[in-house]
T-cell receptor, first 112, second 114 residues
């Protein structure tokens, strides 16, 4: 059974700092991996989607990497801003139905 | 519509009552998913629809939970004889056949069973 773990559970950093969020999964037979952002009381917004054949994806200040063999992904946020404060969720797609297995999330606070 | 719409946004119900949660996906999105987000449990998959069919309902926690989708559009998640452990945020997502992993999530229904 696929299990997804995110570390740390919470993180507080000063504005401007570069930071890394970690995600690990137990079964390397994945279809893809996505990083989502969730703001309080809101739904999820997809940030980056990495297909199983890819090693990384970039969007603006965000970079996500994928190492299937070690069962790990990282989300790198450069030059963090207070607007980046949110919960970041890692999700693994394990089949072509589109079903996602989520980690518990990392709640990020960026202080001005 | 422009996004995935869920109603109601909040629902408080008494233990033992039935509830219906509604999801209006983006027009043209053939795939629809229900997830449940509980404190301490994270986001859990409940059921997947492709059109009106549900090829994967493996996440429904008990036979008190059921879902249907009509006209390839609106979906309803029904919880019968609600229990306190059903309290959670129920999220719906949809995706297009041309971009199957490009999910759009609704804002969810917060269900509280008292």
């Amino acid at each position: 059974k696929q299990e997804v773990t995110q570390i740390p559970a919470a993180l507080s950093v000063p504005e401007g700092e570069n930071l890394v969020l970690n995600c690990s999964f137990t079964d390397s037979a994945i279809y893809n991996l996505q990083w989502f952002r969730q703001d309080p009381g809101k739904g999820l917004t997809s940030l980056l989607l990495i297909q199983s054949s890819q090693r990384e994806q970039t969007s603006g200040r965000l970079n996500a990497s994928l190492d299937k063999s070690s069962g790990r992904s990282t989300l790198y946020i450069a030059a963090s801003q207070p607007g980046d404060s949110a919960t970041y969720l890692c999700a693994v797609g394990s089949g072509n139905t589109g079903k996602l297995i989520f980690g518990q999330g990392t709640t990020l606070q960026v202080k001005p | 519509g422009a996004g995935v719409s869920q109603s109601p946004s909040n629902k408080v119900t008494e233990k033992g009552k039935d509830v219906e949660l509604r999801c209006d996906p983006i027009s043209g999105h053939t795939a629809l998913y229900w997830y449940r987000q509980s404190l301490g449990q994270g986001l859990e998959f409940l059921i997947y629809f492709q059109g009106n069919s549900a090829p994967d309902k493996s996440g429904l926690p008990s036979d008190r939970f059921s879902a249907e989708r009509t006209g390839g559009s609106v979906s309803t998640l029904t919880i019968q004889r609600t229990q306190q452990e059903d309290s959670a945020v129920y999220l719906c997502a949809s995706s297009s056949p041309t971009r199957p992993f490009g999910y759009t999530f609704g804002s969810g229904t917060r269900l509280t069973v008292v």
